[in-house]
């Protein structure tokens, strides 16, 4: 493909902004690296870091280093977003509140947190830099509640690509590997188009396939010589399960799958690490964040986190407080050099916890998420209180080999909660029903509610698979008019 000479230009220049094209190609740990490079970067150029920090030089970088690093980020980002944003400026005068009130990490609990629908309501409120001066905006596709509108500034698109390029990096993959980006084209917004434009501005290479069609897919795979996969969780396992009837995928040498966008069950991991031969990594992202902000390394223990760029808590949702290591509780976050849209305290509303390092992948210094067990609003309660969230059922449903997806419909009869899966599956609908029906109620959330006689029989219907047919992503529905969340 010929690109022009001006657009070539251009990504030549970009290039030249980037930090991720600095580290060297036989860098082990190239995603710490980047990260080390920022906290010294900052350390050169800010007055402010080298004194809160006691230095004015760093050997090595340690976590205390990086810790202090990030509290210097979020008092500057304080300050510019009392300065800039309509919202933030309005906020802190309310409560008093400055960057000097920000000394360690538990004061960040003083700052109130950002909800998602006060974006929502007034993303200009929000937004710091003149119009002239935004090279993207982009809208969230409302998944969940409404749409948000977020605006990027030249310099926020080359930190995402920074971002993308080093946790790309981090999975082993090469200057001579091809990265194969597979979303279903059904999203409001393309995250394809994103990940191509980055790879190709970081020079590393890639290819876009939507396809629906299994064989379709495994060709462009084959054709392209692709040795990383990157892809939307539920699309990339539904093809793997097709497609490994009638080819040979360990055959292709795949380094690393990168399962993006949906949270990354063990059932799901074994499926595909066993039909591809190779590790199946989970990776974390928000639009509002920037789409790149944690990736699973080889050690499969955690998402490490771009520090770099982002400051993440794990919160008590009710009392407030942080969580320990390893607690699990809800993930706030901040984005520490985001210029359009700077985001402080950000609800995300995803359960999951943060894990300490050092990480037996060799990363000394940067903290880990653990992997994300879906969403705080998704969770909900059945029977005598027991709570239950998607991934709880992913594991049990999709370990049974051959579904390959599944809806799930909460309704209440009576006094009791119904759960009602619709699972399609490739082979004998019987065998698979048995096998399901067995699965779920092992389950001890479901095994209780069936003893307290809280819960109805449990429906299973099973679809056959239909190829070539992109499901919508993983549904659960709950229909309980009379539900009491509070019970
Ligand atoms: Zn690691």
Known sequence: MTVDPLRRLKIMVARSKLSSTKLDWDEEHPLERLIE????????DDGGFRRSLGRSRLTDVTRADLVEYQLHKFRKQMRYVQENSIFYRKRFQELNLGPSDIREFEDLCKVPITEPNELAEEPFHFLCVSQSKVMRAFSTSGTSGQRKRLFYTQED????????AAALRNTQMDREDVLHIMFPAVTAWDPSLMLDGACKVAGLRSQVCSEADVDRQVKVMTEGKVKVIIGLTSFIYRITVLARQRHDLKGLGMKAIICSSEPLSEAMRREIEASWGCKALSQYGMTEMGLATAIECFAQDGLHIDEGNYLLECVDPKVGGHKGDREQ?????????????????????????????????????IGKMGKPLGRNIIETKIGYGERIYPLLFDEAVLAV?????????????????????????LGDPGEGKRQVGESLQKLDEVRSSLDNDLLEPLVIEMVPAKEGFVPKQIAFIDNRKLFDSTK
């Open 37 to 44: 490079m920022k906290v010294r970067r900052e350390l050169k």
């Open 401 to 425: 080999p051959g579904v390959l997806g599944y809806q799930m419909v909460i309704d209440r009869v009576g006094f009791r909660d119904k759960l009602s899966f619709t699972v399609e599956y």
């Open 157 to 164: 698109v080359l930190n995402i690509v920074d971002s993308i």
């Open 329 to 365: 509780g809800e993930l706030i976050w901040t984005s520490l050099n985001m210029r359009g849209t700077p985001l402080l305290r950000y609800r995300s509303y995803d359960l999951s916890c943060i894990i300490h390092p050092p990480c037996g992948c060799g990363f000394s210094i």
